[in-house]
């Protein structure tokens, strides 16, 4: 098992920045490929975000691109998701995961083994 615990979440206005980290206790973490996803209400699941175990492989999905930048500090067993420019439409609970897997797992959600409980960003207009 790999814990994951989200945080840095909140209630921000439209054009605000926030930057979510995924905290990932175990000297294992760099031998994990890292996701961002959000769900929002009544929607499924979606791809945000992903970063390759090292860091220098990443993706994100084009409603994103340009604004969320995904890294990560393997010393410190973090992974970020530094998100700007926030839009109402990226209100959702964001949750990190984690793919044992595979060096980068991508956007499929299928492809991660472990997830976190999620944290509420809401982006007011």
């Known amino acids: 098992q790999v814990p994951l615990v989200e945080s840095g979440g909140g209630l921000v206005q439209a054009g605000d920045s926030l930057r979510l980290s995924c905290a990932a206790p175990?000297?294992?973490?760099?031998?994990?490929?890292m996701g961002w996803f959000r769900q929002a209400p009544g929607k499924e699941r979606d791809f945000v975000a992903a970063?390759?175990?090292?860091?220098?492989?990443?993706d994100y999905v084009d409603s994103v691109k340009g604004r969320f930048t995904i890294s990560r500090d393997n010393a410190k067993n973090t992974v970020f998701l530094q998100m700007n420019s926030l839009k109402p439409e990226d209100t959702a609970v964001y949750y990190c995961?984690?793919?044992?897997?595979?060096?980068?797992?991508?956007?499929?959600?299928?492809?991660?083994?472990?997830w976190g409980q999620g944290t509420q960003v809401t982006v007011s207009s």
């Open positions: 970063t390759s175990r090292s860091g220098l492989s990443g």
């Open positions: 175990g000297r294992t973490f760099s031998s994990y490929a």
């Open positions: 995961a984690a793919s044992g897997r595979h060096y980068y797992a991508g956007s499929r959600a299928d492809e991660y083994d472990y």
